[in-house]
T-cell receptor, first 112, second 118 residues
Framework: QKEVEQDPGPLSVPEGAIVSLNCTYSNSAFQYFMWYRQYSRKGPELLMYTYSSGNKEDGRFTAQVDKSSKYISLFIRDSQPSDSATYLCAMSAGSRASKIIFGSGTRLSIRP | NAGVMQNPRHLVRRRGQEARLRCSPMKGHSHVYWYRQLPEEGLKFMVYLQKENIIDESGMPKERFSAEFPKEGPSILRIQQVVRGDSAAYFC????????????????FGEGSRLTVL
């Protein structure tokens, strides 16, 4: 079993819809949770960062962490075609960046 | 402020040849990380370096792979005697700090080097 599981998709939704992306994990020691966005043929870029559990909101993006269920989510409101990308969840038990474990990514397509 | 620069963007090698990938971190960043990404798979950590030192190479195969980050110049990931299984995208990231809980711990990625082994 992988430490971090993520549905690869692809996920296709119409413009304006609310998108929900999810990851599950097995290591209860994970405390740092991140979401990266990766456009085709580009490098990943950090979207959201959360320490421990709870919600974090940034514009149209909301990250949720449920440590009791070992489940994290990224919600995108009012989705735009420019949100079409692969979204990678990432997490770490310790505070060292070299220990980040990445999910395999979910490919998202927003239809105009 | 230029981002993380990787070259070459695309590299084709025949089995048995050497591949050399270069990464210039963002200005002021002294922490460099190399990752490998296979299709439909996530980023797999390979090695973490600070200037002139390898800090963590736990994700890098012990044979044929090596990395360096000299005092002057870019970080280099070298793959000797490449095999077809080495075909992948190799990403480099840099950060101001290794600590995630500081704003300086954010990883900034380059656009990757795509290696194809024939």
């Amino acid at each position: 079993q992988k430490e971090v599981e993520q549905d690869p998709g692809p996920l296709s939704v119409p413009e304006g819809a609310i998108v929900s992306l999810n990851c599950t994990y097995s290591n209860s020691a994970f405390q740092y949770f991140m979401w990266y966005r990766q456009y085709s043929r580009k490098g990943p870029e950090l979207l959201m960062y959360t320490y421990s559990s709870g919600n974090k909101e940034d514009g149209r993006f909301t990250a949720q962490v449920d440590k009791s269920s070992k489940y994290i989510s990224l919600f995108i409101r009012d989705s735009q075609p420019s949100d079409s990308a692969t979204y990678l969840c990432a997490m770490s038990a310790g505070s060292r960046a070299s220990k980040i474990i990445f999910g395999s990514g979910t490919r998202l397509s927003i239809r105009p | 402020n230029a981002g993380v620069m990787q070259n070459p963007r695309h590299l084709v090698r025949r089995r048995g040849q050497e591949a050399r990938l270069r990464c210039s971190p963002m200005k002021g960043h002294s922490h460099v990380y190399w990752y490998r990404q296979l299709p439909e798979e996530g980023l797999k950590f390979m090695v973490y370096l600070q200037k002139e030192n390898i800090i963590d190479e736990s994700g890098m195969p012990k044979e044929r792979f090596s990395a360096e980050f000299p005092k002057e110049g870019p970080s280099i990931l070298r793959i000797q005697q490449v095999v077809r299984g080495d075909s992948a995208a190799y990403f480099c990231a840099s950060s101001l700090s290794e600590q995630l809980h500081a704003n300086t711990g954010e990883l900034f990625f380059g656009e990757g080097s795509r290696l194809t082994v024939l």
